[in-house]
Nanobody, 124 residues
Framework: QVQLVESGGGLVQAGASLNLSCAAS????????MGWFRQAPGKERAFVAG????????IYEDSVKGRFAISRDNAKNSVYLQMNSLKPEDTAVYYC?????????????????WGQGTQVTVSS
């Protein structure tokens, strides 16, 4: 069983940056691909970014490419999402997810473990 706890959300103005963190339990963290998803009010949960178990392969949703960066530190059992140039449309609850596979996936159904979410609000 893997438990995930996100942190780092908050209220910021457009153009600002935030760095989300996700701490994972378990001794085989490097075996799991990790992903970040978000859910805006009234919308479905959507893929944001994913990273392979070793950290060498990253994938992004098109609207965040060039603005967001996913990374991980397997020694600290943690994954991060650095978000720059934030826009009001980035406002959502952000979720960390773990996948029992080496490579990340874009579909939420491909993930086995989920955190409780952290709110990100970007004002205009």
């Amino acid at each position: 069983q893997v438990q995930l706890v996100e942190s780092g959300g908050g209220l910021v103005q457009a153009g600002a940056s935030l760095n989300l963190s996700c701490a994972a339990s378990g001794r085989t963290f490097s075996h799991y691909a990790m992903g970040w998803f978000r859910q805006a009010p009234g919308k479905e949960r959507a893929f944001v970014a994913g990273i392979s178990g070793g950290g060498g392969t990253m994938i992004y949703e098109d609207s965040v490419k060039g603005r967001f960066a996913i990374s991980r530190d397997n020694a600290k059992n943690s994954v991060y999402l650095q978000m720059n140039s934030l826009k009001p449309e980035d406002t959502a609850v952000y979720y960390c997810a773990g996948r029992s596979s080496y490579y990340a996936a874009r579909a939420g159904s491909g993930y086995d473990y989920w955190g409780q979410g952290t709110q990100v609000t970007v004002s205009s």
